[in-house]
Each structure stands twice: as C-alpha cells, then as structure tokens.
C-alpha cells in the first residue's frame, strides 16, 4: 500500500532542496569569480607584486647603505628615509599579496617564510638606520682633526718656542719639555686607531696609554710652573692652555668614538643586514617561482589544444 508522505518527510525534502540549492549557488558563485580570465589576471597580479616587492627591498638596501656611509647628517637622514619608505613599500605590498593569495598551501606557506624573514630584516634595519644617522666615528674623526689637532699644534709650537728661549736652561728643564711633546703626540696619534677600533677591550688599552701620557704632559707642566725663572714664560702658559684645550676635546672624542656608530653600522651592514636581506629575496624568488608554476586555466575563447589538428589533404 502506497503512502503519502507525512509532514516531517515534506519539511527534510524541502531543507534537502535549500541545502542542495545553496551549494549549487556556491557553486557557480566560485567559478563566475574564478573564471579563466580572472584566474590569469589574479595570477598576474600576485606576479606583480612579487616583483614590485623585490625591486622595493633592493632599492631599500641600496639606500641603507648610502646612508651608512655617507659622511654628513643632513645625507645620512635623507638615504635613511628612503630606505625606510621602501621598506614600507614592501610591508604594503605584502599585505596585498596576503590578501590576494590564492588556494595554493605551498603558495602561502612560501609568504608565510618570507613574512617571518622579513620581520627579522625590518628590526635589524631599524636598529641599523638609527646608528647610520649619528655619525658619532665621522665627528670624531672630524674633530681628532680639525679643532683638536690645532690645539696640539699650538701646545707644541709653544713648547718648541719656550725650549729655544732657554736652551742653556738646565738639562731636566730641557727633558721636560722635551717628554711633554713626546707624550703629546703619542696622544694625539693614539685618537685615529682609537676612533676606528671596534673592541671596547681595545679601547680600553688605548685610553690607558693616552692616560699615563697625560699625566707626563701634565706633571711636566707642573715641574716647569715651580720654577720662579720659567713660570711667567707667555710660551708656557700659552702651552698649557692649548694642552688644557686639546684635552677637553680629546674627552669629547673618546666619548663618541665610544658610542661608535659609524663601525657597528657598517658591520651590521656588511653582516646581519646582508644576510637578511639575501634570506628574503631568496624567499621572494621562491614565491615567484610558485606563483608562476600554476597551471594556466583553459579560456572558452582558446581552449588548450590537446591532439594536433588534422592537416588538410589535397
């Protein structure tokens, strides 16, 4: 005997016809989205940027290192603003290619490494572009060399005068001022290795020298001072003026040599920088390699051509 359907079986027919009409929907939705043209033009796109961002993350190190060796402030803000205008490039676009991925697991596992790649290159370079805009080495070196180097001079040449003023002084007159000049210029030229040395032990080692020759310098002044005869000389006050000079700004170099600026740039530069630079744009060609391995989609209009077309018989 036939039955008719009570109405619970209706009500399971009827949501059996809606879910079955929404997956049909879904459907068609999906592939009006992913039809072969748009499926080139998207590929094309995650191409794009891929490449935009490669040329973006090269032209961001181009700048980090003309900021790193550039030798005035104004030079090294303004590479620096450029290299991180295009490291924001890069995170912008990477956004976008985030937002455009398409399906592919290997694709997204690919900008998953890079995204993690480049987080480690954006702090190396802030760390980096912070230290390049100081230029603590350059000022120093500028310094040890221009304004220092003249109050040195002038210690000397004074020293030198006051010798030929009293060269029938007694011979320890003459030896102190004679190991003054000496451990003045061992001061000076100890500022150079000093500014460009990179270990703070060598440093160390440096500043100890300077010091021992200071208190040569200084305990000859002092032993020329005592004696009535020699104390009121003009070329000996002028000495010891010039010498006090030199070494306030000698205090004033060691203490931006110290900071150092300059070398750690360049050493990040040429080291970490590098290589994290070189990680991401391997992580970007491999992208690239991924997004332009996919399979082109067959177009209506040009259907991919599977045998060779029958060639005409006369």
């Given at each position: 005997?036939?039955?008719?359907p009570?109405?619970?079986?209706?009500?399971?027919?009827?949501?059996?016809?809606?879910v079955?009409?929404?997956?049909?929907?879904?459907?068609l939705?999906?592939?009006?989205?992913?039809?072969?043209?748009?499926?080139?033009?998207?590929?094309?796109?995650k191409?794009?940027?891929?490449?935009?961002?490669?040329?973006s993350?090269?032209?961001?190190?181009?700048?980090?290192?003309?900021?790193?060796?550039?030798?005035?402030?104004?030079?090294?803000?303004?590479?620096?603003?450029?290299?991180?205008?295009?490291t924001?490039?890069?995170?912008r676009?990477?956004?976008v290619l985030?937002e455009?991925?398409?399906?592919?697991?290997?694709?997204?596992?690919?900008?998953?490494?890079?995204?993690?790649?480049?987080?480690?290159?954006?702090?190396?370079?802030?760390?980096?572009?912070?230290?390049?805009v100081?230029?603590?080495n350059?000022?120093?070196f500028?310094?040890?060399?221009?304004?220092?180097?003249q109050?040195?001079?002038?210690a000397?040449?004074?020293?030198?005068?006051?010798?030929?003023?009293?060269?029938?002084s007694?011979?320890?007159?003459?030896l102190?001022?004679?190991?003054?000049?000496?451990?003045?210029?061992?001061?000076?030229t100890?500022?150079?290795p000093?500014?460009a040395?990179?270990?703070?032990?060598?440093?160390?080692?440096?500043?100890?020298?300077?010091?021992?020759?200071?208190?040569?310098?200084?305990?000859?002044?002092?032993?020329?001072a005592?004696?009535?005869?020699?104390?009121a000389?003009?070329?000996?006050?002028?000495?010891?003026?010039?010498?006090?000079?030199?070494?306030?700004?000698?205090?004033q170099?060691?203490?931006?040599?110290?900071?150092?600026?300059?070398?750690?740039?360049?050493t990040?530069?040429?080291?970490?920088k590098?290589?994290?630079?070189?990680?991401?744009?391997?992580?970007?060609?491999?992208l690239?390699?991924?997004?332009?391995g996919?399979?082109?989609?067959?177009?209506?209009?040009?259907?991919?051509?599977?045998?060779?077309?029958p060639?005409?018989?006369?």
């Amino acid at each position: 005997m036939k039955l008719k359907p009570g109405i619970g079986d209706l009500i399971r027919m009827g949501a059996g016809a809606g879910v079955m009409l929404v997956l049909v929907l879904l459907v068609l939705r999906y592939q009006g989205e992913r039809s072969p043209a748009q499926q080139i033009e998207r590929k094309a796109q995650k191409a794009n940027l891929v490449e935009r961002m490669r040329y973006s993350l090269a032209s961001a190190s181009e700048a980090e290192k003309s900021a790193v060796l550039a030798v005035t402030d104004h030079d090294s803000k303004a590479f620096a603003d450029q290299a991180r205008a295009a490291t924001a490039e890069v995170e912008r676009l990477r956004k976008v290619l985030v937002e455009t991925a398409g399906p592919s697991q290997k694709e997204k596992e690919l900008l998953a490494s890079f995204s993690e790649r480049f987080t480690d290159y954006q702090r190396i370079d802030r760390d980096l572009l912070a230290l390049a805009v100081k230029n603590t080495n350059i000022k120093a070196f500028a310094l040890a060399f221009g304004p220092a180097d003249q109050a040195a001079k002038e210690a000397d040449s004074s020293m030198s005068r006051f010798l030929t003023k009293h060269a029938s002084s007694p011979q320890r007159v003459l030896l102190l001022v004679a190991g003054a000049q000496a451990a003045l210029l061992r001061v000076e030229t100890r500022l150079a290795p000093h500014i460009a040395e990179q270990s703070d032990a060598k440093m160390d080692e440096l500043e100890a020298l300077m010091a021992k020759d200071d208190r040569e310098v200084r305990a000859a002044f002092d032993g020329l001072a005592a004696r009535p005869d020699l104390r009121a000389d003009p070329d000996l006050a002028i000495a010891s003026t010039s010498y006090a000079r030199f070494s306030e700004m000698r205090t004033q170099i060691l203490a931006l040599s110290r900071e150092n600026t300059n070398v750690r740039s360049l050493t990040i530069s040429l080291d970490q920088k590098r290589n994290a630079m070189l990680t991401c744009q391997d992580a970007l060609f491999a992208l690239q390699q991924e997004i332009a391995g996919e399979p082109a989609p067959v177009t209506p209009s040009n259907p991919r051509k599977l045998k060779a077309e029958p060639q005409p018989t006369h």
